[in-house]
């Protein structure tokens, strides 16, 4: 099988994560922590939860709502 465009295209693009190239990648619990606070704030408290659904969306607070309300 050959390889996946998708995979080949954030390769060529550096990802998409906006850090620069070879750039230390931080811990979840430490590159979400403002929007972690957010989300507790708000009474979401599962934080295990919270930082996969922060990593499956970008850190985005309102698409991690939308997992949440949908």
Same mark, same amino acid.
């Given at each position: 099988?050959?390889?996946?465009? %998708? ?5 060529? *693009?550096?990802?998409? $994560? ?13 590159? %979400?922590? $403002? ?8 009474? %979401? ?8 659904? +922060? ?9 991690? +709502?939308? %997992?949440? *309300? $949908?």
């Amino acid at each position: 099988m050959g390889a996946n465009p %998708f995979e080949a295209m954030m390769r060529m *693009f550096g990802g998409m $994560s906006g850090a620069a190239p070879g750039a230390p990648v931080l811990p979840p619990r430490e590159r %979400f922590a $403002s929007q972690l606070r957010q989300l507790q704030d708000m009474g %979401f408290a599962d934080e295990e939860l919270n930082i996969q659904i +922060l990593e499956q969306t970008n850190g985005n607070v309102d698409a991690a +709502l939308n %997992f949440y *309300f $949908s």
